[in-house]
């Protein structure tokens, strides 16, 4: 029994290793090492690696904050050739607005002394001399040069006076050249080489000088009032326009303003040849054409552009309000800005201050003169009331064929079927023998 158990499980033979000439087994039993031949333990790092790793020319990972070591200059090509334009524009504005800025205050400085002599009130503050700390310092600060001028835009600046009888106020424009923006500017001189309807662009002053005619009540209800009570003069003078102009903008002004359309154009031997006069009558003009006047516009030569006294509106009038007079004096003159060239415009600028005080006194005609400019604008008048009219009738009108179709459709509706159909069957039949009578009367 002991043998037959030790045969089971302890008397086992090795495995017998199978001949090398057998070809159905593989042998496995001489084998060599798997680790292959040549190969040391301690040179496994070196074996080649099936993708690359290559590091040559690469700059090494590193901490997301150390951006010296993960950028080069090679990264902001497109911004180094971007950053001079940037700089050349913003240095650009920042050169051409100051120079816009310093013509502005130059102009303010030679023409303050004259405004504050004529005015009360030069610029948008307003200082009452009324003896205490507080009104001294409001008076002075209104008398300082910077507060007299307001930029409304990088090439336009404006100011204001009031305070003077027989003007309500002045406004004053200064349009400069866009020296900040090179290409707007080259563009816009380009384009009115090419097209009349843009103008060429200049540097100018224009100048508004709004008189009261007669309603210092209505515009200034204090005026004349008071502890003193100041007996007013008479403001009026008759209605017309006159202007002496540039030929080089009379066709221009002439298409876009309305009120000198109602001119008729004349050299006058006393004016520069290069001047016209624009006038409805021959005894206006020679009264407004004082030898002052005559002088002012040769000393200015080319920088004179126009001086129009009007009554009318700019624009063509389309409603009654629009016919109602609004006198006023209009100045422009051409800005040169090299040395001191403001002298030569100056005297000119002088007798636009004053001018409403010589139409307050001279302005008044002959019945003979007038009756013609009266009649220009009644004229105008009469034929606004007639297109009123006409457009009245023609809303009362829809008016009318609205009603009657409200009208229409009520009662149809209260109707049933066969009334319907006999009331359309009439309605056309008198809509057919309405078009016979009228092709019967055109023929």
Do not use: C
């Not at 080489?193 to 100048?207: C, G, M, N, T």
């Not at 017309?240 to 903008?249: C, G, P, S, Y």
């Not at 030898?291 to 552009?305: C, H, Q, S, T």
């Amino acid at each position: 029994m002991a043998d037959f158990v030790k045969g089971l499980f302890g008397n086992q033979k090795p495995a017998q290793v199978p001949s090398a000439g057998d070809d159905d087994f593989a042998d496995f039993a001489g084998a060599p090492d798997p680790t292959p031949a040549g190969m040391s333990p301690f040179t496994t790092t070196a074996a080649p690696s099936p993708f690359q790793t290559s590091t040559v020319g690469q700059v090494p990972y590193t901490a997301w904050y150390r951006v010296w070591e993960r950028v080069t200059i090679n990264d902001f090509k497109l911004e180094l050739y971007i950053l001079p334009f940037v700089l050349l524009v913003v240095v650009l504005h920042l050169w051409g607005t100051r120079k816009n800025r310093k013509i502005a205050t130059r102009w303010i400085k030679a023409h303050a002394p004259l405004l504050q002599q004529e005015f009360s009130q030069v610029g948008y503050l307003r200082g009452q001399p009324s003896g205490d700390a507080d009104s001294v310092q409001a008076l002075a600060d209104a008398s300082k040069i910077e507060n007299m001028l307001r930029e409304k835009k990088a090439d336009e600046y404006m100011t204001y006076a009031t305070g003077r009888q027989n003007v309500a106020f002045i406004d004053f424009k200064l349009t400069l050249a866009k020296r900040y923006n090179p290409l707007m500017r080259f563009g816009e001189t380009a384009i009115s080489l090419f097209f009349e309807s843009f103008p060429v662009p200049q540097e100018r002053l224009e100048a508004t000088s709004y008189v009261f005619d007669g309603r210092e009540a209505q515009i200034v209800p204090n005026y004349g009032k008071g502890e003193g009570k100041k007996s007013v003069p008479n403001s009026s003078f008759d209605g017309f326009v006159f202007a002496i102009l540039h030929k080089d903008l009379m066709k221009r002004l002439r298409e876009d303003r309305y009120d000198l359309s109602l001119t008729a154009t004349k050299d006058h031997a006393k004016l520069p040849i290069w001047t016209t006069v624009m006038s409805e009558n021959a005894e206006i003009t020679e009264t407004l054409l004082t030898p002052e006047l005559i002088k002012a516009i040769n000393d200015a030569g080319d920088n004179f552009e126009a001086l129009v006294v009007s009554d009318q509106p700019m624009d063509q009038p389309k409603k009654l309000d629009d016919t109602i007079p609004r006198k006023r004096i209009n100045l422009s003159i051409k800005l040169d800005t090299s040395g001191n060239a403001f002298a030569s415009t100056i005297p000119l600028f002088q007798y636009f201050l004053r001018m409403p005080d010589h139409l307050v006194s001279a302005g008044h005609f002959r019945a003979e003169a007038m009756r013609r400019i009266k009649q220009t604008r009644e004229d105008q008048i009469a034929k606004i009331r007639r297109l009123d009219d006409d457009e009245k009738a023609e809303e009362r009108k829809l008016q009318g064929d609205k009603a009657k179709k409200e009208k229409r459709d009520q009662m149809l509706g209260r109707m049933n079927a066969d009334e319907q159909r006999k009331y359309l069957e009439k309605e056309r039949e008198r809509d057919t023998k309405r078009r016979e009578k009228k092709k019967t009367v055109k023929a």
